[in-house]
């Protein structure tokens, strides 16, 4: 269990302790993890809650009516009526998924494929993460529809202006990342949706980057999709949701066939189940969604209001401190930010300053961070990024200024 006792008072310290890979060393130096946005690390509640799953409880889920059987549904169910709490939906329209980019690519061919034609438009924006460009482009290839991108302002943000002008007539489904995976951009989501549902758009939200950082109520963004994935909010990875409005999934045809999703099956045909066990073909990540809802239980004890309360604080030192290294150069400054900043540094490529921050036991990624179209927009091949969380440290913080300072030095 957490040593979180409650939001009012957090003892920060105390949470970090909650993450045991967070106190060993890299290279004989203590680990900086700034990678978060990678993927979020691991409470020993989580780790303890998968542990438990396979020693205790391991069976399939929703196949037998022994005592193993019904205590691995019940955990694996509890899951989704835990999620569904989190983000203020209904349960029955949350559909449990491996992560995003299988919601995303569920939306794209058993939402978008049936319904998209010659002449039609999806709409994205530059910063979408390839999860929510890939999918479409293919749907886009077999149904004769065509991708309209919405483009951002120098600092990072959406055209708001831009983007409603696109949304013509034509435009059929539009597609945007809650939070950027590159910028920490926050999109007003629930804005752009109330403009999309004015021309009969439909919205497809990838909430990644959003659910580690914030409290997310899906109901009031007012979207028609919200996908979310697991391991980046202290989850296992190969866990994640989809969540649909009731009319949608009713409508959609399945995506995988298989066990599960039936309700009988002859030669002659097959009637499906209802939503949302019709898109769950197969046994699946039963363990690992017991430990998401773990995380999520985990998350809900500290507040999500504390935990966007204090990555704020966090990037906010972190920023300050990156502005006063010379030579370095901060891509997407938009005035509501997550915990995410990428950079470069002059003279120095993404990779070799990533190796070299390494080295000083910094963790950051470097790359494009599955999202070409954004680092040509920036006019770039690759950025370093550094990203936060709740359990990282002002100390940390300052480690990793100095040790950018110490590897500005050695580049000259």
């Not at 059929?172 to 752009?192: Q, R, Y």
């Not at 007012?222 to 296992?236: E, L, N, R, S």
């Not at 989809?242 to 009713?250: F, I, Q, S, V």
């Not at 920023?319 to 400054?333: A, C, H, S």
């Amino acid at each position: 269990m957490s040593t979180v006792a409650s939001p009012a008072g957090l003892d920060w310290a105390r949470v970090r302790a909650d993450f045991p890979l967070l106190h060993r060393e890299v290279h004989g130096k203590p680990l900086v993890y700034f990678d978060s946005a990678n993927t979020g690390q691991k409470p020993a509640a989580v780790i303890e809650a998968v542990d438990a799953f396979y020693r205790r409880h391991n069976a399939n889920v929703s196949r037998a009516v022994h005592a193993l059987g019904m205590e691995a549904t019940e955990a694996y169910e509890g899951t989704r009526e835990r999620l569904a709490r989190h983000v203020n939906v209904a349960a029955e329209d949350l559909v449990l998924t491996s992560g995003t980019t299988f919601a995303l690519n569920l939306v794209a061919y058993s939402f978008g494929l049936p319904r998209l034609k010659t002449g039609d438009v999806v709409l994205l924006t530059r910063m979408e993460h390839h999860a929510n460009i890939v999918p479409w482009q293919l749907i886009c290839e077999r149904t004769g529809a065509t991708i309209r991108v919405a483009e951002l302002l120098p600092d990072g943000s959406l055209d708001l202006d831009a983007l409603y002008a696109a949304m013509t007539p034509e435009v059929k489904i539009l597609g945007v990342a809650h939070v950027s995976n590159v910028l920490g951009t926050i999109n007003p989501v629930a804005a752009i949706c109330r403009e999309a549902r004015k021309r009969g758009i439909a919205t497809v939200i990838d909430g990644s980057q959003a659910l580690p950082h914030m409290a997310v109520d899906v109901a009031a963004i007012g979207c028609d999709f919200y996908a979310f994935t697991g391991h980046k909010m202290c989850g296992p990875t190969g866990t994640g949701a989809l969540w649909g409005r009731r009319e949608h999934l009713a409508a959609m045809p399945p995506f995988l066939g298989g066990g599960e999703m039936i309700k009988e099956v002859r030669y002659e045909g097959t009637i499906f189940n209802d939503p949302p066990h019709r898109f769950e073909a197969g046994t699946p990540n039963i363990a690992g969604h017991v430990g998401l809802g773990a995380a999520v239980g985990y998350l809900d004890g500290i507040g999500m209001a504390a935990i966007a309360a204090r990555e704020a604080a966090l990037l906010a030192h972190l920023t300050e401190e990156m502005q006063q290294v010379d030579g370095l150069r901060i891509l997407g400054t938009a005035a509501d930010k997550a915990a995410v900043v990428s950079f470069l540094v002059e003279g120095a490529h993404a990779h070799d300053l990533a190796t070299l921050l390494d080295l000083e036991g910094v963790a950051v990624r470097s790359g494009h961070h599955c999202a070409h179209p954004l680092m040509r927009f920036f006019g770039v091949p690759a950025t370093c990024r550094a990203s936060l969380a709740f359990y990282n440290t002002h100390e940390e913080i300052e480690a990793f200024a100095a040790a950018l300072r110490k590897v500005r030095r050695l580049l000259g």
